[in-house]
């Protein structure tokens, strides 16, 4: 159920269009790796595609590589822990927005 909240109020971070792969998994789940791709994101939270469907409310963990035309390095891989609020369905595909409460910097060979 959608709060009185307008969106421009539950987003306090600036969101960012950036289609780059992820890589998923969640707690309560199999250890299993889920394959997604991000369509945005922001210091708190993401939003990305998936053929898995997750519940409301799931614990995540997930990884991603920011790529060097983002990062004006080598690419970056961030990972990041987090919760499932919401969730976009249609025949094809999985929209799941999920809130960023902890994010590492993966080191290299790790």
Known sequence: MASSA???????SRRF???VPVSIRCDEATPKEIPAETRDLS???VFFYTGESLAEGSKLE????LPPEIT???SIRVRCRGKVIRIHQDR???GIAAIIEQYDFVPDGA
């Open 6 to 12: 307008s969106k421009a109020e539950q987003r306090s």
């Open 17 to 19: 269009a950036l289609k």
């Open 43 to 45: 210091a708190q939270g």
């Open 92 to 94: 094809q595909q999985t």
């Open 72 to 74: 004006l390095t080598e």
């Open 62 to 65: 997930f990884t991603l590589t």
